[in-house]
């Protein structure tokens, strides 16, 4: 399939740490505990379509300094391309995250002077037609993009991370012209499923998913009028859990893009995140398909309709 990736692109610093909270001391020696690598919500995703065979455009702004380089480079060793990245920014956004043993994670994000950065519909409008799908992650710069693109007659993903309210002000354009949405459980103000419900009535999205870390997703249907709890896939020890939210969207886009149906594909995408999360990194961990099959066929991962 071909899918065109807008949306952050930086380079993250990951620390491991022993526990939350952390206490004071004033030098820590983490053997191998930090690592420094291109990332950002929109390469992680769209490395994880990549892997999955799919044919990946990506837009996103950096600045012309060594990190900017930096990611030109990684994306030209790896066939994404530079056609639609733009050096626009004064420096090139850096995130630094903190992890324990128990899969919590601290992301602390400098996004520099991205905010205030637009994409002009024009230079990427190619891309756009040429796209079975388009990912708008949750970015000012696509905020413009939404209505155009929802005009062109495409698909729009979005996933808009952590949200607390169903008028959230910052994430309401994303949620209102997502075909499929995507969020995380960890400051609803309710259980998932009685936000889900709010959400399917306020939204019109044909697929909503909210991810519940090791408790599995839920998922809402919209031509099935149904709503899905699927546990966990369980397939080894959990490494780093940054990045799971991005893995889990990815290969749902994937499955579901390609004909399974909703739930099928979601089964696979959970398989596919925890395989993911077996690695320290928001950008590596990402298998194919055939060992994703693989994987399905040994572990099952529980559905209930709701």
Do not use: P, R, W
């Given at each position: 399939m071909k899918i065109l990736v807008s949306g952050l692109m930086n380079i993250e610093t990951t620390l491991k740490i022993e526990q939350f909270p952390i206490n004071y001391y004033p030098v820590g020696y983490p053997f191998f505990g930090i690592k420094s690598d291109v990332s950002g919500v929109a390469y992680n995703v769209a490395k994880a379509l990549l892997s999955l065979k799919n044919e990946i455009q990506l837009t996103s702004f950096i600045g012309s300094d060594e990190e900017g380089k930096r990611i030109r480079s990684r994306l030209d060793g790896e066939n994404i391309g530079n056609q639609y990245i733009y050096e626009e920014l004064s420096e090139t956004p850096v995130t630094v995250a903190l992890y324990d043993n128990e899969g919590k994670r601290q992301i602390h994000c400098d996004l520099k002077d991205i905010q205030e950065k637009t994409i002009d519909f024009s230079k990427i409008e190619?891309?756009?037609?040429?796209?079975?799908?388009v990912v708008l992650c949750n970015i000012n710069f696509n905020r413009s993009l939404l209505k155009q693109v929802k005009e062109a007659g495409k698909l729009i993903a979005s996933d808009v991370h952590v949200i607390s309210d169903i008028?959230?002000?910052?994430?309401?354009?994303?949620?209102?012209?997502?075909?499929?949405?995507?969020f995380s459980d960890e400051q609803l103000p309710c259980e998932p499923s009685e936000f889900l419900g709010k959400?399917?009535?306020?939204?019109?999205a044909k697929i909503m998913v909210i991810?519940?870390?090791?408790?599995?997703?839920l998922m809402y249907e919209r031509?099935?009028?149904?709503?899905?709890r699927l546990g966990a896939a369980l397939v080894g020890e959990v490494?780093?859990?940054?990045?799971?939210?991005d893995a889990l969207f990815s290969a749902f886009i994937n499955y579901y893009l390609k004909g399974y149906p909703a739930v099928e594909a979601l089964k696979r995408a959970e398989i596919f995140a925890a395989l993911k999360i077996r690695?320290?990194?928001?950008?590596?961990?990402?298998?194919?398909?055939?060992?994703?099959?693989?994987?399905?066929q040994k572990y099952k991962v529980e559905v209930c309709e709701l």
């Open positions: 190619s891309a756009v037609m040429d796209s079975d799908l008028n959230d002000e910052y994430n309401q354009d994303f949620m209102k012209y997502a075909d499929i949405l995507f959400m399917k009535d306020n939204y019109s991810g519940l870390g090791k408790e599995g997703a031509a099935q009028n149904k709503m899905y490494v780093n859990t940054i990045g799971a939210g690695h320290n990194g928001a950008a590596v961990g990402f298998c194919g398909e055939d060992v994703v099959e693989e994987y399905y």
